[in-house]
């Protein structure tokens, strides 16, 4: 019968393993055991082989050195930021101007559109106490060349006796013509020239008196006619709009 010393001496290989690895295990049913060098160690790897990525290439050179300190080239790092941010500003200054632009432009109205927005009328066509319609704008256009009487009459005329105060001469710039359009400013009715009790225009629609002005003088009217753009470039021609 063995001594347990004996016993001892048999079983070290099975008992001295490395804290690394696992000790050794009994398989249920083996009449002997697995040595412990046999049993799966488990080692834990460091992953040495993996390369770190290089972006020295990537970086600026007064910053590459890593011994070097920052501080040296802030001047530079600054500047240059400066310079960056300025050119991005300019840049995007300039493209919302163009943006802008082009949507002003695509707003604005076409060149056959602006053709009939204006008018030109020659002048020796009408005779002197006579008025004439033109249409513009898909509206009637009054252009009346006064006689001297008329003038002198609508310039004494007392502004604060009327219903919309306004002198003559702040609704012609040559005395000799009165430019305005033939819309009621009741309800829109086109008045009848030469017509009504002032000697101007008259609106049959609800009795609405104009004098050679285009003043309201009379009836519901709450404003005068309206006097559109107009110039002369000439002393025979005039254009609207």
């Known amino acids: 019968m063995m001594s347990i010393a004996a016993r001892c ?24 055991l697995v040595p412990a060098a046999a049993a799966p160690a488990g080692i ?12 020295t290439d990537y970086r600026r050179p007064d910053v590459v050195n890593p011994s070097k300190s920052s501080q040296e080239s802030s001047d530079s790092r600054r500047a240059f930021s400066y310079l960056v941010t300025g050119a991005t500003a300019v840049v995007s200054v300039y493209a919302a101007k163009t943006a802008v632009t082009q949507f002003v432009s695509s707003m604005s109205a076409s060149a056959d559109v602006l053709a009939l927005s204006k008018i030109e009328i020659k002048l020796s066509d009408i005779p002197e106490g006579k008025n004439m319609t033109f249409k513009w704008r898909g ?24 219903r919309d105060p306004e002198h003559d001469k702040d609704r012609v710039i040559n005395p000799k013509w009165v430019i305005v ?12 020239a030469n017509a009504g009790d002032f000697g101007g225009y008259y609106c049959p629609c609800h009795g609405s008196h104009y004098d050679a002005s285009g003043r309201i003088r009379k009836g519901p009217a709450p404003l005068n006619l309206e006097v559109p753009y107009y110039e002369f470039p000439d002393d025979e021609t005039v254009i609207v709009g």
Do not use: M, W
Request: hydrophobic residues 40%; charged residues 20%.
């Open 44 to 55: 834990r790897h460091s992953h040495t082989d993996i390369k770190i990525p290089d972006f």
């Open 139 to 162: 509206k009637p256009l009054f252009v009346r060349h006064r006689t001297e009487k008329e003038i002198t009459t609508e310039a004494a005329v007392n502004i604060a006796e009327l």
């Open 181 to 192: 359009l033939g819309v009621c400013t009741h309800l829109g009715c086109v008045p009848i």
């Open 9 to 32: 001496g048999a079983l070290s290989p099975y008992l001295q393993a490395s804290k690394h690895t696992v000790q050794g295990l009994a398989l249920p049913g083996a009449k002997e």
